[in-house]
């Protein structure tokens, strides 16, 4: 009789003791749980404090294109892309720009297929390839350097790396980028640089090129 209780005893204390194991594995598996949720909410929350969620670079070209982007599910992105055209038309402009002065100054170089861009939220750095970074650049050069008269390549060129720039990133591309960057002097027009958050028009060395 006492080796039957015995028995019960230890059974007793063994299936108590499984029991106490379980009940520690199932804590340490909440908690594990748990922490990789409030990281989740944390990390999702840095990157909405930044600019486009953290992506930059070529990361951000890549989201922008179609590419799937970690932690991003589409809504998102379709969020960001909205955003997007600002900086992109940004460093399209800054590009030309830079090229257009360049020229002005009779220098020419190669530029940088990266460019910080300002926004509401801070800097961001935009990336697009280096042939279309190129070809931007070069039109600023080439107008700087040609009467007014003689920009139709110039504009034609501008317009296929505008439209593959916007196409690609799933932006409007219904209006020719040399609308608005190169536009006649005949028309009375200038072309609508991108200021802070807003597209103005303003004086820019159309006229000097004409001269």
């Not at 594995?25 to 909440?30: E, K, L, P």
């Not at 953290?54 to 294109?65: P, Y």
């Not at 409007?172 to 040399?178: G, H, I, R």
Request: proline share 5%; charged share 20%; hydrophobic share 45%.
């Amino acid at each position: 009789m006492e080796a039957l209780v015995n028995a019960l005893m230890a059974i007793g204390m063994l299936l108590i003791l499984i029991l106490v194991i379980y009940l520690i594995d199932r804590v340490n598996a909440i908690e594990k749980e748990t922490r990789k949720v409030v990281t989740s909410i944390n990390e999702k929350s840095a990157r909405a404090a930044t600019p486009f969620m953290g992506l930059s670079s070529k990361k951000l070209w890549d989201a922008m294109t179609g590419r799937a982007a970690e932690g991003l599910d589409a809504e998102a992105i379709i969020e960001l892309r909205s955003q997007y055209q600002l900086v992109l038309s940004k460093h399209m402009e800054a590009l030309y720009k830079e090229g257009f002065k360049d020229g002005q100054r009779g220098l020419s170089g190669e530029p940088k297929n990266t460019k910080q861009i300002s926004t509401s939220k801070g800097l961001v750095e935009s990336w697009i390839p280096s042939a279309q970074a190129n070809a931007l650049y070069q039109c600023g050069l080439n107008a700087s350097q040609t009467p007014e008269s003689e920009w139709a390549p110039i504009r034609a060129s501008m317009d296929e790396a505008g439209q593959f720039l916007l196409t690609k990133t799933q932006q409007d591309a219904s209006s020719p980028l040399s609308d608005w960057l190169m536009p006649s002097s005949a028309l009375n027009a200038a072309p609508s640089f991108v200021t802070a958050d807003l597209v103005l028009p303003v004086q820019v060395p159309v006229d000097e090129a004409a001269r």
